[in-house]
């Protein structure tokens, strides 16, 4: 398997170096910058190939194609199309956006007409729009699972995949975003088991992060970093292994202070499990040198 995630070394551009620090972090993945200069992406691409880690991501995130001002509407597609054919060019695996939202405030937001079925037919037009538009090759474009806009499901995503029927459409898998109940949360694994299930052939990434239902008032649903929650990472490695598309899963949103025990669970737990990650011999404990290059 491929694990990947982030690096806290923002200012960072030199492509082997950068390099480096992946894989003293034990990662075979890697998300995959947005670069303005095409020389640049070319390098950055190069490296990353001769060393086997695979850029993993581009994001096209809170980019609203549902937005009811048609004018903004049009410019976010327009610039999702243009991600998509850095993601291409660079040879990522995919490139990741988000389903429409009615509510314009701000990324995209919940509305009550989020999973209105006129929505619904409109993400699958658009998207069959970017897609023959863009005609990408070797990058998938993947939709984020939320809770609050399209897909939250793992029946409605099988159902746009169908309908989009385009071969550069799959799927990109995070479980804890659509984690909206306790009842998700108590049984996570057969949510896990059931995703893969009905969207394994299609998988082509994953996030990697946890969650913990919180009792106050009303129970809340919080979501933390991996290993610092409740989520089923038995199951979850467990199908993923079992995919021959080998789909990296991508640790995100935590703190670099966070990271160390994230790397720490997650190795370990595929150890556990009779798993491997590729490159994991590579891998230097914190504390080490891993912070230098």
Known sequence: MRLGGPIF???????????????????????????????EREEYKQAFREADIVLAELGAYCINISDPDIARQEKNIAEIMTRLRQAEEMETVCCVMHGGSYNNMGCVMSHKDNFAEANIEHNIRVIQRIIDEVEPRRT???????????????????????EINRDAFAVHLDPVNMTSDPRRVYYNGDFIRECFEKLGPYIVSCHAKDTNLVH??????????????????????????????????????????????????????AEQLGL????REKRELFGQTHNTV
Do not use: W
């Open 216 to 269: 106050h008032a009303t129970t809340q649903i919080t979501e933390t970093y991996l290993g610092n929650g409740t989520l089923d990472y038995d199951e979850y490695l467990t199908q993923l292994s079992r995919l021959p598309q080998e789909p990296p899963l991508m640790i995100e949103h935590l703190s670099e202070d966070e990271l160390p025990a994230a790397l720490d669970y997650i190795f370990g737990k």
């Open 140 to 162: 998938k474009l993947v939709l984020e699972t939320e809770s609050y806009v399209l897909p939250d499901n793992p029946d409605l995503y099988l159902r746009m995949m169908k």
């Open 9 to 39: 070394k923002h200012e960072e551009r030199d492509p082997a170096r950068l390099v480096k620090i992946h894989q003293r972090l034990g990662y075979s993945a890697a998300y995959c910058s947005y670069i303005a200069d095409g020389n």
């Open 276 to 279: 491997t990650f590729k490159h």
